[in-house]
């Protein structure tokens, strides 16, 4: 007689990966990138210090004009906008938080653990950055050059918005502002310092021009004018400005220089550890 033994079979655990709706992709990097800027203290104090030195200057210019004095010659667009500046330096500072603010705090690793490619996290924060300062720039500009024009209204600096350059000098100007930021946000990638970057904005970016503007040389001077705060400035009169580039090519310098700014720290992300 022969016996037949049951051989009892092997479990065989399941080894599908199970899907899931949550995966990585550009959007959600992007949304994650949102969330961490507008919930950051420092945003809202930045974004509010840039607005706020634009229109009281604007105002402070609009109240205090008068046609016999010094500013008579200045395109109207300019003289509303005078605050650009301060409010450019506010907005470069928050580039750099946005960048090297993660940097002490340690975040940055949560930031590219959950994003291996490292990459698109620099793109979405470029990305963020630039929609936010964008539309707070135009938006404060429009509004400043209006609150201005209530105290020029009688004066030979009158302008409406439908006048000829006026609203493209302030896109241009909203343009420039931005660009000068992405510039920001590139150091403060490529620094990690938030210190750093902004002596490193400060003196590459504003002063080192102006040095060299002084120098007795003709192919300086050419030079000088597509530098990123000199190209800016092109971009926000509503008539040419004399010895400045014209405003296409001060558009495309611009553009150039920001993205050389990104893509050194790029660069730097692909080739060194966090």
Known sequence: MTTTANVPTAHVPNTTVPTTPYGLTPLRIIRSEWHKLRTVRSTWITVGAAAAFLLGVGILMGATYTSDGGDSDVDTVVLSLYGSQLGGIALAVLGILVTAGEYPTGMVRASLTAVP?????????AAVYTAVVSTLSLVTAVLTFLTAQVFLSDTDQAASLTDDGVLAALAGNAAGVTLLGVIA?????????????????VGGVLIVPEILGM??????????????????????S???????????????????????????????LKRRDV
């Open 117 to 125: 490619r490292r990459l698109p996290v620099l793109w979405a924060k």
């Open 185 to 201: 946000l590139g150091l403060g990638a490529a620094l990690r310092s938030v210190p750093g970057a902004i002596g490193a904005f």
């Open 215 to 236: 120098l007795p040389y003709e192919a300086m001077d050419t030079a000088v004018r597509y530098f990123p705060t000199q190209a800016a400035g092109a971009l926000g």
């Open 238 to 268: 509503a008539t040419p400005m004399p010895g400045a580039a014209s405003p296409g090519a001060a558009l495309l310098a611009l553009f150039l220089w920001a993205a050389a700014a990104l893509a050194v720290p790029a660069l730097l």
